[in-house]
Structure formats: structure tokens, C-alpha cells
């Protein structure tokens, strides 16, 4: 019997560890003081667990005002006491990025481009360690040009793949290149079309995400200042990333799923397309259907939101 209950103790504490958040870096243990430098935290002048121990699901956009909104809209769909307006920017002591915290979710900017996001996502994996956070779900919710998709359509990332179509993230670290896959959890991602499905409120698909270095000449667009290329090349270019699964481009999705996966973190990419790069490099739709766009990531993650957290049978 005490064999048993010392056998269902340890059982319990693997598992314990197994869905605390893990930063790889032993350097960490060492030091008397975190400064999540960027954020405007410390481990020394905030109690990181009492402010952020119970959040479950972080989702991460690039523009500032777009989640806050996300913030606003979460509070309302999970019928959470008082003014959406009083929600505090906890980032509000730098300029860097804008931070919201509404019940168990996490609302942060993270910028535009890979460096920006790894910064961000630097300290906020080390944020929800510091926290003890258990079971966290990230989400990307973007904007992205999409490949052989109708503008409007959301792109559930299926692999984050770089501009050969690979699905990894080269990172350079001491003048060496350090592969790192991209691959995403599958079972958040089925979860999400299955709730799409349930919603039936926008075309929904499964796609590769190609992740670029920039807007302009990364992306194949003919509009930039600089442009070395044809017309011709351009969509025999696009024509080989739809042959290979791509059916997005973005900026950011391959170091967001890199160190998820190096972390042990579930996390989905949900972007929305804006446009056919078959069709065009320039955004040409109104501002009132753009929003209208930017919102339905927002709209179907806080649905799987709800659905984890009981509010939805």
C-alpha cells in the first residue's frame, strides 16, 4: 500500500514538472536577479507567480493596438468582472511592447520580424518559468500574404518552414549556425479547424507558413524600393512554395515555433490572409474590411479559448 501511494506521489510530481514551463539555460539558476529588461519586470521587484502563476494561454501579435483590442474582445467573451477600459499595460514602463493581462490569458505585442519576436519571446518564456505557469498554450495571431487563398481566409500553420520551404529556424549563436525544427503540436492545430468548423463564420485551412526576413524583396514583391527580379520569377517562385504546402508568408512564425519546441510549449500559428500574392504585392482593401480580417484569428482562438476552459459545451 505504501509502496502504491509513494509510486502515485512520484507519478504526480513527473507530471508536475512535465507541464512546468523549462528554460534551457543553466545560467539562469545562478543569478540573484532576472531583469526581463524589455518588459519592464525583475524577478527582484515583482512577484512574477502572484501576477502571472495562474495564466493558461499567451497569444502574441505583432501590433500594440491590435492586442489590446484582442484584450478588450477576450474580456468580454470570457465575462470577466469589470471595465475592458481599465485593463493596465503592464509593459507601460518601456516602449518596446505592450503587455495586458485579462483572467488566464496573456495579450503581448511582439513587433514586426524575427528579432523582434525572439526578444519578446526570450523573456516571455522566461517570465512564465519564473511564474511556475503549468499547461501554457501559446498562439500567434497575424496578418500574413496569402499563396492560391481568397483574402480573408485563416491560415492554421500545419509547419513553419523558412524560404526553402524546410521546416527549420537557423539561428546564429558565437558565429555557428544552430538548426532548430519548427514544427508546431498537432493536436492544437487539429483542435482549431475542428472549432473553425464549429464556428462556420470564415474559409479555415491547414497550410505550411512561410517565414521571410522582410516585407519587400523576401517576399517577392515587385513594389519595394529595390527589386532584382521579374515579374515571371516572382510567381514561378510562389508556384513552388504552394507545391511545397506553403499557403501564407510572414515574418515571424519560424523563431516562434523554434523555441516553443525547444521549450516543450503547445503553440499554434493563426494568421489571416490579407491578399493573393498570385494576384498582387499591395493591400488594397478598405480599413474597414481589413479589421474586419484582423479579427477572425482573434475570434476563432478565443473560441478554443472558451472550449478549454468549460464556457462552451
Known sequence: MAMLLLNRLAKEHEDYIKQQVHVKNPYLDTMEEDILYHFSLSTKTHNLPKM???????????SANRMKAFAHFIHQELNIPGNPDDIQDICEGTDRYSMYKVGPVLSISHGMGVPSISIMMHELIKLLHHAHCQDVVLFRLGTSGGVG??????VITDKAVDYSFRPQFEQVVLGKVITRSTELDEEVASELLQYASELESFPTVIGNTMCTHDFYEGQGRLDGALCSFSHEEKLEYLKKAYEAGVRNIEMESTVFAAMCRVCGLKAAVVCVALLNR????????????LVEYQQRPQILVAYFIKKRLGLIP
Not at 52 to 62: A, E, P, T
Not at 278 to 289: L, P
Request: net charge negative; hydrophobic share 35%; proline share 3%.
Open 278 to 289: 498570385f494576384e498582387g504585392d499591395q493591400i488594397t482593401s478598405s480599413h474597414e474590411v
Open 52 to 62: 502571472f502563476g495562474d495564466i493558461k494561454f499567451v497569444c502574441v501579435g505583432g
Open 149 to 154: 487563398l481568397n483574402p480573408g481566409t485563416v
